[in-house]
């Protein structure tokens, strides 16, 4: 196809994770429909961080902090509005508390993410992206992402939107296994184990505690150890 009939959509976001996400509602409150964006997105439905959604964990941060209101105030998009139209307003505002659940404001996140399913494209891996020259300067950019039946699909922009979400971080020297896994995979990999007796939680943040603390309770028999290079858990 020459890129004189090649679509060109005004922006390609690759990821459809929370930043991304927020970028379409934004897009969508400041133009409607006239902007024309797609998102690819490696997974095969929305997600966010689901393999750390324990039961009675809580957001690190304020609902305040969710896709609009520091933008939008008045977003019908906004967390508040999602516990409006989910009848869960009143339980919130009496929990007394700035901090969800992570399993709610996932719910939120998903809430949200459903408005935009004609823009995404899930299941769409992101290959690579090459520029497209018109009369000897960058015009366009092509993006070549691969679909869950295994084709091949390139999609044409304007503008390029990165938001593919953070990487694991493991300590030097170790890769994951069978047995060794960063806590992002946690509710993915622990259905697999049969009676295990020693668990080691390499980290001192919110999520080693919340590790901790899960795997205390689901394994009250195994030793379960938290290892730190500080003095203690970092609030």
Request: proline letters at 5%; glycine letters at 10%.
């Amino acid at each position: 196809m020459s890129s004189s009939e090649q679509h060109v959509h005004d922006l390609i976001g690759i990821g459809f994770g929370p930043s991304n996400l927020a970028l379409a509602i934004a897009l969508k409150e400041r133009h409607g429909d006239g902007a024309d964006a797609v998102f690819l997105e490696k997974q095969p439905a929305f997600g966010w961080h689901r393999g750390m959604l324990i039961e009675g964990t809580t957001m690190q941060v304020s609902f305040l902090k969710d896709l609009v209101t520091m933008r939008n105030p008045a977003s019908e998009f906004s967390f508040l509005c999602y516990l409006r139209e989910k009848g869960r307003l009143l339980d919130f505002i009496n929990h007394k508390t700035m901090f969800p659940s992570r399993l709610e404001f996932h719910d939120y996140l998903e809430w949200a993410a459903a408005r935009f399913t004609g823009q995404v494209s899930y299941s769409s891996e992101v290959l690579g992206v090459s520029p497209v020259h018109v009369d000897g300067s960058i015009e366009f950019l092509d993006v070549v992402a691969r679909r869950g039946d295994g084709t091949l699909v390139t999609r044409r922009a304007r503008n390029l939107v990165l938001a593919a979400g953070l990487e694991p971080v493991l300590p030097d020297g170790v890769t994951t296994g069978e047995r060794i896994w960063h806590s992002e995979e946690l509710l993915d990999k622990l259905p697999a184990l049969r009676g295990p007796r020693r668990f080691v939680i390499v980290g001192a943040g919110q999520s080693a505690a919340e590790v901790a603390g899960h795997l205390h309770a689901a394994f009250p028999a195994a030793e379960v150890c938290a290892v730190f290079a500080k003095y203690g858990y970092t609030p």
